[in-house]
């Protein structure tokens, strides 16, 4: 299985892992199955961080940083094609971080790894409750 990981659920799994369910904490540490984090994700967290709804003690460039190279991870870039997905996607709001990572989903054939309401209500990609 291809996991992207919401932006919630890296942060989760770095400094809460407790939050995640059992079985997508088994799904994410499966070998087998290969995660996959957006470009997306990185200026999530260091716009969360700058608004002060991240708290991020070494701040969040070195966080990010040693999140990132403690897991293997492919890298899904944001592209030209994954922008115009984006225009396929429904969402219940008009979020653009998530409608980038749910048009990444779509366009890399990704399940979309998240415990947000509003990514699950959506349509156009999978998704596994991480809740």
């Known amino acids: 299985m291809k996991l992207l990981l919401d932006t919630h659920i890296l942060v989760w799994s770095n400094l809460n892992p407790s939050r995640l369910s059992r079985r997508a904490t088994k799904v994410m540490a499966d070998p087998r199955n290969e995660l996959w984090i957006s470009p997306v994700t990185t200026w999530e967290i260091l716009f969360l961080h700058r608004k002060g709804r991240l708290n991020l003690k070494d701040g969040p460039v070195s966080w990010i940083s040693a999140a990132l190279s403690r897991m293997p991870f492919r890298e899904a870039t944001l592209t030209h094609e994954v922008a115009l997905a984006s225009d396929s996607i429904t969402l219940p709001h008009r979020d653009p ?25 959506g349509k156009g990609y999978s998704v596994l409750v991480a809740q």
């Open 97 to 121: 971080a998530d409608t980038f990572l749910a048009a990444t989903a779509k366009v890399y054939d990704l399940t979309l790894v998240t415990a947000d309401e509003n990514l699950l209500k």
